[in-house]
């Protein structure tokens, strides 16, 4: 009895420990597969919080698009923003993607041959990094998708379906199928339709609004689709418009641009499709939008003519497809008139000029122009205007002889050290320089032609040279007049300075034409001899105005800064009224003994911001800060251009 017990036991005892083999090689954990995803597979499908794929190669053409960097909205290309962050390269590879919370912006790059876009907020986010798996972290062998229609289904993935409910009658739902309707809730879906059914017990939903006609037939279920009661349809099949956020534009591009194309017959219609492709990778380079940069077109040939204006278009997709459309008008290449026509008529607040931003003009010559570009362009630049040559094909030596203006590229930007223009050996390696022209347009720092408060104006200074001032407090006088000086760009092109010197009688100590660098100037002010005297300053303004800015140029903004030490022993009162009305924006300066009723009468309104007066002739350094911080709030309040 007790033989056959124990005999019982061993039996027993070798069956458990064979079951519990068995067990064991059935729990084994199956080896991980990789989800294949495609390049146009978005994060926000993913329901997924963290999880690991493998993208094709392919994935940096332009047309995957990816929002943000190194923070990406969930809106973006997976594979996209994994070759734009350089974890992947075009040929693809395996990343892994981790959801993070939703930024309230995104700043688009160009980095690793994409260029992301910018994007004011979006609900969620996403971060790549190589696909290292974490210890204790399990992922997914197959993707939980948002949508019916999975993405992934066309990269062969296997794709975990939501089951429909097992008994007829019930409307109980998966717990998955319930999170995709908290997520399309929260982002993809309208307002439910006003003509949607009755939410009923059954378990097929009715359809539910208009037929898209993308849709299909939206009242078949099949296994895998997403069931949405309640009048919801998901977005993408309620209407046949897309989906896609809408970008404002790179902020840190902000500029007014404009594209002046050459059209002549020279340039042949392969080339003229060149120049067009050109033209749609600077914009998608560029990412246009209301909040960054703006972009119209100007053909020209015999004569110019306006494609579209800044205002037209308000994104890179709308403007790509409107320059494939453009047709070449052929005739001459009169880049000079062009220029012309866009001075006078492109950049203003009707085609939509914003007056807060740069204006930029890119001139693509094919060889050389048929006329002359170096007075036009001057005209240009004068008026605010950031002139760029791209001289494509340029004339050989021998034929050189044939250019009506040699050297025209370098006599039509405002500096010649190759930052204004660039020159292209051959039309087929135009393509290349994309990204250097964008890096300059986007430069506003470095944007010299551009009206600012320290290169647009014309500064005259009336100095008072009466026998009260002294030799010594005018060499202090003349210190302050170059400490002035100094804080603008001085050049021909940019703000230019003049000088009148006044007693009883007045002297012109240099004009405004005379003097084109900072050097030549302050040397100048140096060199002005004391005259000694009495002090008429009405009769002073009124000789400033006759012989100083009688011949300041008409863009440019009069500033008059007078400094005087005394009351003055004629009327100050209908001078100083002539040059507020011929809109010279007078400052009057006041040391010692100098009238504060008259600085104020002479000062323009209000005379808070351009009246100053100190006790001595050496605390005058002490009012050269506020000074320039006026004379460029004020020029920062003005409409530009």
Request: net charge positive; aromatic share 8%; with cysteine.
């Amino acid at each position: 009895m007790k033989a056959s017990v124990l005999e019982v036991f061993l039996v027993l005892l070798v069956t458990g420990i064979h079951s519990n083999k068995e067990v064991s090689k059935k729990m084994k954990r199956p080896k991980f597969t990789v989800p294949q995803i495609g390049c146009d597979v978005k994060a926000g499908k993913i329901i997924n919080p963290e999880f690991m794929v493998r993208c094709p190669a392919g994935c940096q053409d332009p047309k995957y698009h990816v929002y943000g960097t190194d923070v990406y909205a969930s809106y973006s290309s997976v594979c996209g923003a994994a070759v734009h962050s350089g974890v992947l390269d075009n040929s693809g590879g395996k990343v892994l993607v981790r959801k993070v919370a939703g930024q309230s912006g995104y700043k688009g790059s160009y980095a690793n041959g994409v260029q992301s876009l910018s994007l004011p907020r979006w609900r969620e986010s996403f971060v790549v990094s190589e696909s290292k798996p974490q210890k204790g972290v399990t992922y997914p062998s197959a993707l939980t998708y948002s949508s019916s229609k999975s993405p992934a289904a066309k990269a062969g993935e296997t794709t975990k379906a939501y089951e429909r409910p097992s008994a007829p009658g019930t409307t109980a739902q998966p717990a998955a199928l319930t999170q995709v309707l908290a997520e399309a809730t929260h982002d993809t879906l309208p307002k439910p339709s006003s003509c949607a059914p009755l939410v009923t017990s059954s378990p097929r939903p009715q359809p539910v609004g208009p037929r898209s006609p993308e849709m299909g037939e939206v009242d078949s279920w099949k296994p895998g689709s997403v069931l949405l009661d309640a009048g919801f349809v998901p977005k993408e099949e309620f209407s046949t418009q897309s989906s896609e956020p809408v970008s404002q534009g790179d902020p840190n591009c902000k500029i007014d641009l404009s594209f002046l194309i050459d059209g002549s017959s020279s340039i042949g219609k392969r080339r003229f499709q060149i120049q067009k492709q050109f033209l749609s990778d600077v914009v998608q380079a560029l990412d246009i939008g209301p909040a960054g940069p703006l972009m119209g077109v100007v053909q020209y040939g015999d004569n110019p003519a306006a494609q579209f204006n800044l205002k037209t278009y308000m994104n890179s997709q709308d403007l790509k497809i409107a320059i494939e459309k453009i047709s070449q008008r052929g005739g001459l290449s009169n880049a000079g008139r062009a220029i012309s026509f866009v001075t006078k008529n492109f950049f203003s607040k009707a085609n939509g000029n914003r007056g807060s931003a740069p204006n930029v003009a890119v001139v693509l010559v094919d060889g050389w122009p048929t006329d002359k570009v170096e007075e036009t362009s001057r005209v240009a630049r004068e008026s605010g205007i950031n002139i760029f040559f791209i001289t494509i094909e340029g004339a050989v030596e021998s034929e050189k002889q044939y250019v009506i203006e040699p050297n025209f590229a370098n006599k039509a930007v405002c500096r010649t050290n190759g930052f204004y223009s660039l020159s292209v050996q051959s039309w087929f390696g135009l393509h290349k320089t994309v990204q250097p022209l964008v890096k300059r347009v986007c430069d506003t720092d470095r944007l010299a032609c551009s009206k600012t408060c320290w290169n647009s104006a014309d500064i005259g200074f009336v100095i008072d040279g009466s026998s009260s001032v002294g030799t010594g407090n005018f060499r202090t006088v003349l210190q302050f007049v170059a400490n002035l000086s100094k804080e603008f760009e001085i050049s021909d092109t940019d703000t230019r300075i003049g000088a009148v010197q006044y007693t009883y009688e007045q002297r012109l100590e240099f004009g405004f034409d005379r003097y084109h660098s900072k050097a030549d100037v302050l040397n100048a002010i140096k060199r002005v001899g004391y005259w000694s005297g009495g002090t008429s300053t009405g009769a002073a303004i009124h000789y400033a105005l006759e012989q100083l800015f009688k011949k300041s140029k008409p863009n440019k903004r009069k500033l008059m800064i007078l400094i005087t030490d005394g009351r003055s022993y004629d009327d100050v009162r209908i001078p100083a009224m002539a040059a507020h009305r011929k809109g010279v924006i007078t400052y009057a300066v006041g040391i010692a003994w100098a009238a504060q009723d008259e600085l104020e009468v002479i000062a323009t309104h209000p005379a808070r911001d351009h009246a100053f007066f100190v006790d001595e002739f050496d605390h005058l350094y002490r009012s050269v800060p506020t000074i320039i911080q006026n004379i460029c709030t004020e020029f920062n309040s003005q409409p530009r251009n």
